[in-house]
């Protein structure tokens, strides 16, 4: 045994930004049962946030930024997250949240010497705070506050690097065994939207990692706070390299998009983007034909995002990648992903061009009008319209003023959110735009519902309504038979019952499905959120990539904890133990949304959800008359009483009473008395 | 040689671009001389040449008159759109207002719609087919369009049958409309946002490459 735990750096940097101090702890006593990531990060969180009811923006609010033993291995997938924790600002009302970052951010800061960083205070100047192989620097941020998250990071490494060009080699401070490099630094970075307290402000690390949904890019500027940098040469102990070489080799043979010789494909070129989730063919463009060169996280051999010629759009994925359309051109959609990773503003949280829009054809926004703006709405299908309206948000002028607030704040303001959330404005969880259908894909609305914002987490999602509703609109056969399916992620979760996976009219309320989200919220809690793993491809349920009619089973769960076994080496680990790890972590956040006023009756998804039917195709496996096939679910609303009893059975199977507290035996039995006595110190024991 | 509407409409906004410089002048796309012989300008809203018209779409619908162009062109107010669906992996459904034929034809027709996209984020367009035509006819007022696309389309059984011939039918139809299209200003950056894409090295490239 190494003189720190396998997988870890052995320390955690206390950042007190009041007095520009820092302390150090030793992360070993957090291994154990915190792990890394969420876990590590909520318990931090716990311990140094004293007042956990005070505002998001306030100076007591404590963010936390955690690795985890996978980030910066060549775990799959799993190599390059950290997850970032704290009171966030954009939720409606505010709670305890969370967010992740991938790209290379996990790996330097174990580099640089620190499992995680816990953040306090505010700071009396505007700075940066550079951390070099274990050492830390307050620095004047002055003269980057204004500039955006690009400028600011490449401003960083010319700092750190002493200006050396790109390729060169230049001596880490300190000692010989400093060590050299070529690598940039790693820098975390808010943009103007940050600085000006925006909402859904993101903090950006390279051009399109950012930490998005949550708003703590707007906390980070509360604190004054602009960046944090890490560099670093030290390694970190793996307990068994050759097995996890091997695990990784064995992965990617199973797993990986043969490039030369593609085992499945999409059935026509204009499928292939759309196929890609399910596919992982790199770049998610047909290789040799793209336009961009594919890129990924540190360690990761999938490769999702893409690096163009003219930089604009690069790394982009996901939401913000598609944020803007309306102008056609793919140079603009490009240009205007980027423009949010500058300025620091979450594609999701800022979805809002369309509703605005349809407001001004409704004649209720405009110049002179109810809402009183010169957006200029005339040129909506032009790129000056997009650029015109995020430089607004993010500066807070004119409409941006109300539009930082976040679109729900905003449209209470115009008094226009009770008629809106009827359905022109579908924001059915705390704010948050719709990701999946809360009335159908339930793991993602009770999910979100029950924790604290829009879960987005794939792992089911892709294939319960990807692997049907993609094939289908291209006329083909979905993947797999619903029945087959079903029986395969059953599997592949460990749930071994099909039934969990029912999205029919009763199924979406059984005692199945109730069991189906609190194991959801496990394994993402444990898997997704405390070891980073990517849930663009994890939990890996079935193999679309090398489907064949008798083999299509995915690695999960066996190689996560094989993975988990190889780098840590904990060889007493289980897949159970990691889902009580990931309940323990639960019930912590619960704690702590019970303390900031949480209660059943805040738990209300929109109206919509209840009265609005389903009126598009949206493939789900049911089982109806005995028999499985896939529904296109039209006409579908939750019911209002029968969410009630899925909550109420939901809090049982966690552990909480009926107003969904966590009870005191359940707390203790997790070795959470501390957490069970601060609830009955507020009043809120159970 | 452009084939299609987008080809058409792009290869339309070069041919202006070009024709309204002036000889040496430089494209500051990529700081190359674009006017290597001495070209006359022409008017950058001049109509374009015929060179653009479709014998496919004239064989199946009549040219509009100009006022027919403008007619079916022109916007639409809240209660005249129709709504369509991007179906996105990373995103989820995010629903589309449509206010005009040509929003109609960005929609359904622009590389996201289609398939060439970002990263891995491909989406996809839903619509009910019955509204559509029935908006083209009623509301937009393409009576011609609506008619070829109604016997079309109800040949078809797959949605993606549909929805591919409905693309091929509105890529043909907005060649014709062309020339009655606003001019398409190229430098349409907002009113403090210009620089962005314009100012040195950022962050993304350097790092990677």
């Given at each position: 045994m190494a003189d720190r735990a396998y997988g870890y750096a052995g320390k955690i940097l206390v950042l007190n930004l009041e007095d520009e101090s820092y302390e150090t702890v030793d992360t070993d006593p957090y291994v154990g049962e915190w792990v890394g990531g969420h876990g590590l990060a909520s318990r931090l969180f716990w311990e140094y946030c004293e007042d956990k009811t005070v505002d998001a923006l306030d100076d007591r609010n404590v963010i936390v930024i955690a690795s985890n033993p996978f980030a910066g291995t060549i775990v799959p997938a799993g190599g390059g997250r950290v997850e970032v924790t704290g009171l966030g600002p954009f939720s409606y009302p505010e709670w305890y949240s969370r967010s992740s970052v991938g790209g290379r951010l996990g790996g330097s800061m174990k580099n640089a010497g620190y499992d995680a960083v816990v953040v306090r205070g505010t700071a009396p100047r505007r700075v940066w705070v550079n951390v070099?192989?274990?050492?830390?620097t307050y620095c004047d941020a002055e003269d980057l506050w204004g500039k955006d998250s690009w400028e600011t990071q490449e401003a960083i490494w010319d700092r750190v690097t002493n200006n050396t060009p790109l390729g060169e080699w230049f001596d880490l401070p300190g000692n010989r065994e400093s060590g050299r490099s070529t690598s940039r630094p790693a820098v975390f970075a808010i943009g103007q939207a940050g600085e000006n307290l925006v909402r859904s402000a993101t903090i950006t690390h390279d051009a399109s990692h950012v930490s998005g949904q949550s708003g703590f890019g707007a906390v980070f500027g509360a604190k004054n706070l602009k960046a944090l940098s890490f560099m670093g040469t030290k390694s970190i102990d793996i307990a068994d390299p050759a097995r996890l070489v091997e695990l990784r080799l064995e992965i990617q043979e199973k797993l990986g998009y043969k490039v030369d010789d593609p085992v499945n494909e999409a059935p026509v070129p204009q499928a292939v983007p759309l196929y890609s989730s399910l596919l992982h063919n790199p770049g998610g463009g047909t290789v040799g034909q793209t336009i961009g060169r594919p890129d990924g996280c540190q360690g990761c051999y999938r490769n999702c995002r893409a690096i163009y010629r003219d930089r604009m759009g690069n790394q982009s994925t996901c939401n913000a990648a598609a944020y803007y359309t309306a102008?056609?051109?793919?140079?603009?959609?490009?240009r205007c992903n980027s423009l949010l990773n500058q300025l620091g503003l979450d594609g999701y949280e800022t979805d809002m061009p369309v509703y605005l829009y349809n407001l001004y054809k409704m004649g209720v926004m405009g110049k002179g009008k109810e809402i009183d703006t010169d957006l200029p709405f005339e040129n909506y299908n032009k790129y000056q319209f997009i650029d015109t309206l995020l430089h607004r948000i993010a500066n807070r002028e004119e409409i941006g003023e109300d539009l930082a607030e976040g679109l729900v704040r905003a449209t209470m303001k115009w008094g226009r959110w009770d008629e809106d959330s009827k359905g022109l404005l579908r924001r059915p969880n705390w704010g948050y735009p719709e990701h999946y259908d809360p009335r159908l894909e339930v793991e993602w609305s009770y999910g979100s519902i029950f924790t604290e914002r829009d879960i987005n987490e794939h792992g089911i999602n892709w294939c319960v309504h990807h692997s049907a509703l993609v094939p289908m609109m291209f006329g083909q056969e979905p993947f797999l038979p619903?029945?087959?399916?079903?029986?395969?992620?059953?599997?592949?979760?460990?749930?071994?019952?099909?039934?969990?996976?029912?999205?029919?009219?009763?199924?979406?309320?059984?005692?199945?499905k109730v069991r189906a989200v609190s194991w959801h919220r496990h394994y993402g809690r444990f898997w997704i959120q405390s070891m980073g793993l990517c849930d663009w491809m994890w939990p890996s349920l079935v193999n679309f990539t090398n489907m064949t009619d008798t083999d299509y089973a995915g690695v999960s769960p066996a190689f996560e904890v094989e993975l988990f076994k190889a780098v840590t080496g904990r060889d007493d680990f289980t897949y159970e133990k990691s889902l009580e790890l990931g309940h323990k972590q639960l019930l912590l956040d619960r704690a702590i949304w019970v303390l900031q006023g949480r209660e059943p009756e805040t738990e209300q998804l929109a109206d919509y959800v209840f009265e609005l039917p389903t009126d598009t195709p949206y493939q789900l496996p049911v089982y109806e008359n005995g028999t499985w096939s896939y529904s296109d679910c039209l006409g579908r609303t939750l019911d209002r009483g029968r969410f009630k009893d899925v909550q109420q059975r939901f809090y049982a199977s966690e552990g909480w009473n009926e107003r969904g507290y966590p009870k005191r035996e359940v707390l203790e039995q997790f070795g959470l008395a501390d957490v069970a006595d601060a609830l009955d110190a507020a009043g809120k024991g159970a | 040689m452009a084939t299609s509407y987008v080809d058409k409409r792009d290869a339309a906004r070069l041919t202006k671009a070009i024709f309204s410089k002036s000889p040496g002048e430089s494209d500051p796309a990529n700081g190359k001389d674009v006017l290597g012989t001495e070209i006359p300008a022409i008017e950058a809203d001049a109509a374009l040449p015929d060179d653009y018209a479709s014998p496919e779409a004239d064989r199946l619908f009549p040219r509009p008159t100009p006022e027919e162009a403008e007619h079916n062109l022109r916007d639409l107010t809240w209660g005249e759109h129709i709504v369509a669906t991007r179906m996105a992996a990373a995103r989820g459904n995010s629903t589309a207002y449509l206010y005009s034929l040509q929003e109609a034809a960005i929609f359904f027709l622009d590389g996201n719609s289609g398939g060439v996209t970002l990263g891995s984020s491909g989406s996809f367009a839903w619509v009910d087919l019955d509204r559509f035509v029935a908006w083209i006819r009623d509301t937009v007022g393409d009576e011609p369009f609506a008619a070829v696309l109604e016997e079309k389309l109800g040949a078809l059984d797959a949605y993606n049958d549909k929805i591919e011939t409905m693309r091929q039918l509105l890529d043909l139809r907005m060649t014709q409309y062309i020339p009655y299209l606003p001019a398409d200003e190229e430098d349409d950056a907002g009113e403090d946002g210009a620089s962005d894409a314009d100012e040195g090295a950022v962050a993304g490239e350097s790092a990677r490459e």
């Open positions: 070099v192989n274990g050492d830390v102008s056609g051109k793919r140079e603009d959609q490009k619903a029945d087959k399916l079903v029986e395969q992620v059953a599997k592949g979760t460990g749930l071994e019952d099909p039934l969990c996976f029912d999205y029919s009219e009763k199924g979406i309320y059984s005692d199945e | -």
